[in-house]
């Protein structure tokens, strides 16, 4: 179980990072105004100033759910400690599964909740790249949903061995759809050399 657990554990940081990553030369700002003078915001600035916000929602949404996790493992270790008997270590596993069935449905709830990034402005160098990155993000973490959903039904009144077969699946399915993003981002090609200037 051991290994199956740190296996999960691994993929949800990639799949954090993978979710909420932004390419900065997609969504830098290329205005050449000074600082001296204070330029009026574009359409592109304001818009990559609410896109930086909902990520960092994302980023708060990953950070709840990994200090859930980490409290959940403390918590089965001290738990499964000698000299801790049979009862008490069964005891504590089922703890630890209704502990990581509650944070999947948390972090299930938050995303959902989240909602979709505000879509780019038309009209700048850059929006086609952006919007394909968006929808890559978009369907990836709607795969992940949809995944962390089925464990979290598969997780409850679970058997230790229906309850392994749950996180395997749960990691087929992720690494299925961590595949599907890197193809669609692959498929975008070079990102932009000037995003935010007005398209010609």
């Known amino acids: 179980m051991k290994s199956i ?3 999960s554990i691994a993929v949800v940081a990639v799949v954090a990072a993978l979710g909420i990553s932004i390419p900065s030369v997609a969504f830098a700002d290329s205005s050449t105004a000074s600082t001296s003078v204070t330029a009026t915001p574009t359409a592109w600035t304001t818009w990559h100033a609410t896109w930086v916000t909902y ?17 959940a493992r403390t918590a089965l270790q001290a738990a499964i400690a000698p000299p ?5 270590r069964q005891a504590a596993f089922a703890n630890f599964g209704t502990s ?5 449905n948390a972090r299930v709830a938050a995303i959902t909740g989240a909602g979709t990034p505000p879509p780019p402005p038309a009209g700048y160098n850059g929006t ?8 890559a993000n978009i369907a ?3 795969s992940v949903v949809a995944a962390q959903t089925v ?7 679970a058997t230790p061995q ?3 077969t749950a996180r395997l699946t749960y990691e087929q399915s992720l690494g299925s759809a961590i595949t599907a993003r890197s193809t669609a981002l692959l498929a975008l090609g070079t990102p932009p050399t000037k995003p935010g200037q007005p398209s010609s």
């Open 84 to 88: 801790a008997t049979k009862a008490e």
């Open 100 to 104: 990581v069935q509650a944070a999947v």
């Open 128 to 135: 086609a790249y952006v919007t394909g990155i968006q929808s």
């Open 162 to 164: 229906e309850a392994r």
């Open 151 to 157: 464990l979290s039904l598969a997780l409850t009144g």
């Open 5 to 7: 657990f740190k296996r």
């Open 140 to 142: 990836f973490r709607a």
């Open 55 to 71: 990520v960092h929602g994302l980023k708060s949404i990953n950070a709840t759910y990994r200090s859930s996790m980490s409290s």
